[in-house]
């Protein structure tokens, strides 16, 4: 015992007792940011996926889920500030943060439309600072104050939709270099948007897009208007 403690030389015996430390430390660690409930099932139909595990009827979901749709399926969320989320089928949805507590100033949400049909009624958190609620989709990023909007996503042809039903949002083109900014909704000139990849293959041609006041004859059935 004594030739093993005399073979370690005081600097690496801090390093041992500092990696011991360490590991203690790391063992007793918890996350600051966790997962919090975001709201709940209020409508199912077909196959619905929180983080690969399926979904039914009254089934929670957390800031930190990702849900998806099959084929012919469909899902409706009350949210935890009293908001509604409707997603259609084939669609992908991520939670990256619902926090929300009746007179806090930290409420924030954060929602990523990855793919397909999604709908929403704002709750509390909409209906407040503006800056605490954002939608991201994979072509722009949505933020409103109150109001009733949906997107559809169509990730194989870099392809997306947008209208506000009531309200006003405010779509921001996600690129390298943001260049578009719209107003759609309520004594807007308009209340659609369509938008496309650029066609030459780079994000720097900035995004393609349309704006119109009524919805064109033209747009997918699935953005179910």
């Known amino acids: 015992m004594n030739?093993?403690?005399?073979?370690?030389?005081?600097?690496?015996a801090q390093r041992l007792i500092m990696l011991s430390l360490c590991f203690i430390l790391l063992s007793l660690y918890t996350p600051h940011a966790k997962a919090e409930t975001a709201g709940h099932v209020t409508k199912l139909q077909g196959q619905v996926m929180r983080n690969g595990t399926a979904l039914s009827q009254g089934s929670t979901i957390d800031s930190s889920d990702i849900i998806t749709t099959g084929d012919n399926s469909n899902v409706?969320?009350?949210?935890i500030d009293g908001a509604t989320v409707e997603l259609g089928k084939n669609s992908e949805l991520k939670l990256s943060e619902y926090h929300y507590q009746q007179g806090g100033n930290d409420n924030s949400v954060?929602?990523?439309?990855?793919?397909?049909?999604?709908?929403?009624i704002s709750g509390a958190v909409g209906k407040g600072n503006a800056d605490h609620y954002q939608v991201k989709t994979p072509l722009s990023s949505i933020g409103i104050q109150g109001t009733n909007y949906q997107v559809l996503v169509n990730k194989a042809e870099e392809k997306e939709f947008i209208g506000a039903r009531q309200g006003v949002i405010i779509v921001e083109e996600i690129g390298i270099?943001?260049?578009k900014k719209a107003l759609l909704g309520d004594n807007q000139e308009q209340r659609f948007l369509r938008m496309k990849a650029p066609t030459a293959g780079?994000?720097?041609?900035g995004v393609e897009w349309e704006k119109f006041a009524t919805k064109p004859e033209d747009f997918p059935a699935e953005f179910q208007w």
């Open 177 to 179: 270099i943001a260049t």
């Open 3 to 12: 030739v093993i403690m005399n073979a370690i030389t005081p600097p690496l």
């Open 76 to 79: 409706v969320f009350e949210m």
């Open 202 to 205: 780079t994000r720097a041609m």
């Open 110 to 120: 954060l929602m990523e439309v990855m793919s397909g049909f999604f709908r929403t």
